[in-house]
């Protein structure tokens, strides 16, 4: 097994330029690729940036996963800044930017993220958007309890994410559009 290993890289901050410090670390998954974390707080603006990343990939993936069961819920899911999540059964698509982080996390952590945005939309949107907003976190309900199935699909052109099961489709497939990604290479 491969030491956790650790830098820091000074850089500028996007939002304010001040130079401030980015934390490279890897983390080792059993069975599975180590994961770069790249993290960074600006202490002048406020500024916070994560990104998540499996090493060793590389090539534009699509990743797709059957949730049909509770137990699905705990299936890892790796996400990289760069890629998109899609439920088609829920009509989710999120769509990486700069905005967006990374995460390590599994199924019912990224349908809690989903959730959190959709209460938003409860409180801030106008009528139709709540009654979506209501069914949509109905149907979480539902998926969460395990009389839901959904398919997850993942694509990343930077090939740094995955999901981490036995049932998982991986293919590739060319992405439509370049997203920007930090390019980090292994010793
Ligand atoms: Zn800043």
Same mark, same amino acid.
């Given at each position: 097994?491969?030491?956790?290993?650790?830098?820091? %890289?000074?850089?500028?901050?996007?939002?304010?330029?001040?130079?401030?410090?980015?934390?490279?670390?890897?983390?080792?998954?059993?069975?599975?690729?180590?994961?770069?974390?790249?993290?960074?707080?600006?202490?002048?603006?406020?500024?916070?940036?994560?990104?998540?990343?499996?090493?060793?990939?590389?090539?534009?993936?699509?990743? $797709?996963?059957?949730?049909?069961?509770?137990?699905?819920?705990?299936?890892? +899911? +790796?996400?990289?800044?760069?890629?998109?999540?899609?439920?088609?059964?829920?009509?989710?698509?999120?769509?990486?930017?700069?905005?967006?982080?990374?995460?390590?996390? *599994?199924?019912?952590? %990224?349908?809690?993220?989903?959730?959190?945005?959709?209460?938003?939309?409860?409180?801030?949107?106008?009528?139709?958007?709540?009654?979506?907003?209501?069914?949509?976190?109905?149907?979480?309900?539902?998926?969460?309890?395990? $009389?839901?199935?959904? $398919?997850?699909?993942?694509?990343?052109?930077?090939? *740094?994410?995955?999901?981490?099961?036995?049932?998982?489709?991986?293919?590739?497939?060319?992405?439509?559009? /370049?997203?920007?990604? +930090?390019?980090?290479?292994? /010793?």
């Amino acid at each position: 097994m491969q030491a956790e290993t650790k830098a820091v %890289v000074p850089g500028p901050c996007p939002c304010c330029n001040t130079e401030i410090k980015y934390l490279y670390k890897t983390e080792n998954i059993p069975y599975f690729s180590d994961i770069l974390i790249i993290s960074a707080i600006c202490p002048s603006c406020g500024y916070k940036f994560v990104d998540t990343q499996l090493l060793k990939h590389g090539e534009p993936a699509r990743y $797709t996963v059957a949730v049909d069961t509770q137990d699905d819920l705990s299936i890892r +899911v +790796v996400r990289s800044m760069s890629a998109a999540i899609e439920i088609p059964e829920l009509g989710v698509h999120i769509s990486p930017g700069p905005s967006c982080q990374g995460f390590v996390s *599994n199924v019912e952590g %990224v349908l809690d993220r989903i959730e959190q945005v959709v209460k938003g939309a409860l409180q801030w949107g106008n009528d139709v958007e709540k009654e979506n907003a209501a069914a949509l976190l109905a149907d979480i309900v539902r998926v969460k309890a395990g $009389t839901f199935p959904i $398919t997850l699909i993942l694509e990343d052109p930077s090939g *740094n994410s995955g999901i981490i099961s036995d049932k998982t489709v991986k293919e590739a497939y060319v992405p439509e559009e /370049e997203y920007p990604q +930090v390019k980090i290479s292994e /010793e």
